[in-house]
C-alpha cells in the first residue's frame, strides 16, 4: 500500500512543501519557487496517473497490446507551459516591485505601503 | 455561418488580441478592440436568442465527437452569462479611449487593449465549453492577463495587489486543475456532460469527494467567497479604472458560473449538497461575507475600496441564493448575478470619471462633488440606491427574489439579515452622498469640471439598464428562470 502508491507519496509531500513556501515565506522570488513547485507536484500526479500495469510507451508497434495513457501526457504539457507563463509573470512583477519599492520582503513593502497611507 | 457562433464567440477576440500590434496607433487599436468586442456581443445575442427558441446548442471542435474532441455546449446558462461579459465589456471599451489617456502611458495602450481582449477571450471560453480541462486553460488565459491588466495601474501598489492576485489566483487554477485530474482518474473522461453521467457511477469513492473539495475550494477563491476574498480589494483599487470596471462586473461572475456549473450539471445536486454540507456553508459564508465586507466597506477612505468591499457583500448574496438551492434561489443569484454586473460598472466607470478630472478616488476628494460634477454623480447615486435594493432598480428586483426564495425555504431569519446587510449598503452610499451633496467644494479642486462626452454616454447607458431592468423585467426574469429551470431539470 504504502510502497505501491510511493509516486502519489511524492506528489503529496511536494505539494504540502510548495504550499508551505508560498505560505511561509515572505520573500516574492522563494514565494515563486514555492509556487513552481506546487504547480510541480501536480504535473508529476497527472503523469503518473496515465500509467497503465504492464503498459509501454503509446507508440504503435507490433506485438504490443497494452498501451499507457497518453492523453494526460499531452494535458499536463498544457499545463506546464501555463506554468511557464505563470511563472515569468510572477518573476516579472517582482523585478518591478523592486524597482519600485526597492525591495522584495513582503514585510518591508508593507511597512511601505503603510506609510503612504 | 450561423451554426458556427459558440466558437466564434471565443475565436474572434482570441484571434483579434494579437492582431492589435499590427495597429500603432492608440485610436485605431481602440476602434478596432470595441468593434471585436461589439462583435462578440452580437454573437452572444444570437447565441441566446437561438437557445431561448430551439434549446441547447452543441458544438463539436474540428469535428470530433464528444467525449473524445471538445465541445461547446451552449444551454441557457451559458448564453446569459456569454451575454453578460460581452455586453458589459463592449459598454466599458467605450470609455477605454478616453479613460486610459491619463491612466496608462501612451506607449502602452496597444498592449493593454491585447491583454483586454485575451482577458474578454479567456471569460467567454470558460462559459462557452464544455470540457473541464478546457476550462482550466481558458480560466489561466483571463487570470494571466488580468495580473498584467492589473499591474497596469498607476499606483505602485497595482504591482503589489497584481502579484499577490497571482499567487492566490495560482492556487485556485491548481486547485482546480487537481480536482479535474482526480474525476478523470475516476471516471476517463473529461466532457462536463460524460462526467455528469459517469460520476454518479463511483460517487461513494473517496477519490471523487476529493476531486469535489479541491474544486469547490479552487472556485472559491476565484470567486473571492469570504475568507478567500483577500486579493479582491487592493487588485480593485489599484487597477486602472475600465479595467476595475471590466473585472467586477464579469471575473467572479465567471466563477459563480463555474460553481453553479459544477455543483449542478457536472457533480448533480444530490451529491454536492450532501457530500459537503454546502447548504450550511454557503449559508454562513454567504451571511457573513455580507456582514464583513460591508461594515469593511463603510470605513474605507478610498471610494474604490469601498465599491470593491461591497463587491464581496454582493457576492454573498449570490453565495446565499446558492446555498437555497432552489429554482427560485438560483434564480436569484443568476438575477443578481446579471443586475450587479450593471451596478457595479456602472459606478466603477462613473469612478474613472471622477479619476480623470481630479486624479485620485479618495473619499476627501470627493467633497463638492455633487456641483461640480453633477451628472457623474448623480449616476453614483443611482447605482448606489441600485446597490442599496430601491425599488425602480434592478438591485430591487434581485434582492426581492433572493427574499423570496430563502422565505419559500422558511427561512425567514436569514430574511431579516439580508435586509440588515442591506442597510449597511445604505450606510456607506450615503457616506459618498454627504460628501458630494452636503460639503463645500475643496479649493484644491475649484476648476474641476463635468467629465468629457466620451465618458458619460457609457456611464448612462449603464445607468439606464439599471433602471430599465429594475422595470421592464421581463428578459432578465425569463432566462434566469429558463436558466434555473434547466439546471434542476438535468438533475432532479
Known amino acids: ?117 | 455561418m450561423l451554426t458556427h457562433l459558440p466558437v466564434l464567440q471565443v475565436i474572434v477576440p482570441l484571434m483579434a488580441a494579437p492582431l492589435c500590434l499590427f495597429l500603432t496607433r492608440s485610436r485605431l487599436v481602440w476602434l478596432f478592440a470595441l468593434m471585436v468586442s461589439g462583435l462578440a456581443f452580437l454573437i452572444s445575442a444570437l447565441l441566446l436568442q437561438q437557445v431561448m427558441t430551439s434549446g441547447i446548442i452543441i458544438y463539436e471542435l474540428g469535428g470530433w465527437d464528444a467525449p473524445w474532441g471538445i465541445e461547446y455546449r451552449i444551454d441557457h446558462l451559458n448564453a446569459f452569462l456569454l451575454l453578460i461579459i460581452s455586453s458589459v465589456s463592449t459598454v466599458v471599451l467605450l470609455a477605454a479611449d478616453t479613460s486610459i489617456q491619463k491612466e496608462i502611458p501612451a506607449e502602452k495602450h496597444s498592449y493593454f487593449y491585447i491583454l483586454y481582449l485575451l482577458s474578454l477571450a479567456g471569460m467567454l471560453g470558460i462559459v462557452a465549453t464544455g470540457d473541464a480541462f478546457n476550462v482550466f486553460v481558458f480560466l489561466e488565459i483571463s487570470s494571466l492577463s488580468a495580473y498584467a491588466l492589473i499591474a497596469l495601474g498607476k499606483d505602485r501598489r497595482a504591482l503589489w495587489a497584481a502579484y499577490q492576485y497571482l499567487i492566490m489566483g495560482t492556487i485556485g487554477a491548481t486547485f482546480i486543475l487537481i480536482g479535474i485530474g482526480l474525476m478523470y482518474q475516476m471516471t476517463g473522461t473529461l466532457n462536463m456532460h460524460d462526467l455528469s453521467i459517469r460520476l454518479p457511477e463511483v460517487a461513494h469513492t473517496r477519490t471523487v469527494f476529493t476531486a469535489f473539495a479541491f474544486v469547490i475550494v479552487g472556485i472559491c477563491l476565484k470567486l473571492a467567497l469570504f475568507p478567500l476574498h483577500l486579493w479582491l480589494p487592493n487588485a480593485y483599487a489599484y487597477a486602472p479604472s475600465i479595467v476595475t470596471a471590466f473585472f467586477a462586473a464579469t471575473a467572479t461572475k465567471v466563477a459563480i458560473y463555474l460553481l453553479i456549473r459544477f455543483t449542478f450539471s457536472v457533480f448533480g445536486l444530490s451529491f454536492s449538497f450532501t457530500a459537503l454540507p454546502l447548504h450550511i456553508l454557503f449559508l454562513v459564508l454567504g451571511l457573513s461575507g455580507i456582514f464583513a465586507a460591508s461594515i469593511a466597506a463603510i470605513y474605507q477612505k478610498n471610494v474604490k475600496h469601498l465599491f470593491a468591499y461591497s463587491s464581496i457583500a454582493q457576492i454573498g448574496y449570490m453565495i446565499v441564493g446558492f446555498s437555497v438551492s432552489t429554482t427560485t434561489g438560483l434564480m436569484a443569484t443568476l438575477l443578481h448575478l446579471f443586475n450587479h454586473a450593471l451596478m457595479k460598472s456602472a459606478l466603477f466607470l462613473a469612478l474613472g470619471a471622477v479619476m480623470y478630472r481630479i486624479g485620485s478616488v479618495q473619499l476627501s476628494q470627493f467633497q463638492g462633488l455633487g456641483r461640480q460634477m453633477p451628472i457623474t454623480m448623480a449616476a453614483i447615486v443611482i447605482g448606489g440606491l441600485s446597490l442599496i435594493g430601491v425599488p425602480l432598480t434592478v438591485g430591487f428586483v434581485s434582492k426581492w427574489y433572493l427574499i423570496l426564495a430563502v422565505i419559500e425555504s422558511g427561512w425567514w431569519p436569514v430574511a431579516l439579515l439580508i435586509l440588515l446587510g442591506s442597510l449597511l449598503a445604505v450606510v456607506y452610499v450615503w457616506r459618498i452622498v454627504e460628501m458630494a451633496y452636503f460639503r463645500p467644494p475643496l479649493t484644491s479642486n475649484e476648476n474641476i469640471k463635468e467629465a468629457p462626452f466620451s465618458l458619460l454616454v457609457p456611464i448612462w447607458i449603464l445607468v439606464m439598464a439599471n433602471i430599465y431592468f429594475g422595470i421592464d423585467t421581463r428578459l432578465s426574469i425569463e432566462v434566469a428562470q429558463a436558466a434555473s429551470q434547466s439546471l434542476f431539470g438535468v438533475n432532479p
Open chain 1, 1 to 117: 500500500m504504502l510502497m505501491g502508491l510511493y509516486n502519489y507519496w511524492i506528489v503529496v509531500v511536494l505539494m504540502m512543501v510548495g504550499f508551505y513556501i508560498v505560505i511561509a515565506h515572505g520573500n516574492l522570488i522563494k514565494k515563486i519557487v514555492g509556487l513552481s513547485i506546487f504547480q510541480t507536484s501536480v504535473f508529476i500526479f497527472y503523469i503518473s496517473m496515465a500509467k497503465v500495469d504492464g503498459g509501454t510507451a503509446p507508440i504503435l508497434a507490433d506485438g504490443i497490446t497494452q498501451y499507457s495513457n497518453p492523453l494526460p501526457h499531452v494535458l499536463i504539457l498544457t499545463a506546464i507551459v501555463v506554468g511557464i507563463a505563470t511563472t515569468a509573470l510572477g518573476l516579472a512583477l517582482a523585478v518591478r516591485i523592486k524597482e519600485t519599492y526597492g525591495s522584495i520582503e513582503e514585510e518591508e513593502i508593507q511597512k511601505k505601503d503603510n506609510l503612504d497611507c
